[in-house]
């Protein structure tokens, strides 16, 4: 079985500031993906990044900076100067080699307000 | 920018009718999805395809079927749609190689039924 959880409903930054976007996973797989994806609020997915299991390095993308863990089982998300437009739900998603198909987090609303 | 287009992007419709959601796309990908998503909550796998000819249920029973005749077509059928069908059907479509690739995501058919 496989599992997201991303504890953080809701979060409320004022622009420029940081955020961080938790994720927690679970699965008994030693080989996973991992993946994150921003929802704004025309209803599309975007795909922001994929991390396969054997791949620990963190990534920078622009402001955006990917946290993986395994000690831990997280695979965290950082805004950096933060904007109105990175207002979004973001959703965290995992696939693991028992399971055939992604699970997703029940993702974290973003406000950036001006 | 992802080639995966979803019409109509709204509907409308009274308890009762059959309606047809499609979902098309342009980059050859075998693999084919459908989520069901209530506004802000998690994403619900319905249906997935890994083919022409191939079609499976997902994790979340649906009254609704599919068809996959051609690569690039995944529409999605409601023979009596209900209130409880209201919601946004998102389709997805990734390609088959080792290890698991990222969805690609169309902008959703946000459904009311009356």
């Known amino acids: 079985a496989q599992k997201v959880t991303q504890a953080q409903t809701e979060i409320s930054v004022v622009e420029k500031e940081d955020v961080t976007l938790d994720c927690v996973y679970e699965?008994?797989?030693?080989?996973?993906?991992l993946f994150w994806y921003k929802q704004p609020p025309s209803g599309e997915l975007v795909f922001l990044i994929r991390?396969?299991?054997?791949?620990?390095q963190n990534e920078i993308s622009g402001r955006y900076s990917w946290n993986f863990q395994k000690s831990t089982s997280s695979f965290n998300f950082t805004i950096t100067a933060s904007q109105v437009v990175d207002s979004a739900v973001y959703f965290c998603a995992l696939v693991s080699g028992s399971a055939r198909q992604l699970t997703f987090g029940s993702g974290t609303q973003l406000t950036v307000l001006p | 920018e992802a080639d995966i287009y979803q019409t109509p992007r709204y509907l409308v419709i009274g308890t009762g009718k059959k309606i047809t959601l499609e979902c098309s796309q342009t980059m050859g990908h075998d693999k084919m999805y459908w989520y069901q998503q209530d506004p802000g909550m998690e994403l619900h796998l319905i249906h997935y395809?890994?083919?022409?000819?191939?079609?499976e249920k997902g994790d979340l029973s649906s009254e609704s079927t599919v068809s996959r005749i051609r690569t690039e077509h995944f529409p999605l059928t409601l023979e009596s749609a209900r209130p409880s069908h209201t919601s946004q059907y998102l389709c997805?479509?990734?390609?088959?190689?080792?290890?698991?690739?990222?969805?690609?995501f169309g902008p959703g058919t946000r459904l009311t039924v009356l």
């Open positions: 991390r396969n299991s054997f791949d620990e």
């Open positions: 997805a479509s990734s390609k088959i190689g080792t290890g698991a690739w990222e969805q690609f």
């Open positions: 699965t008994r797989d030693t080989t996973y993906y």
């Open positions: 395809s890994y083919g022409v000819n191939s079609t």
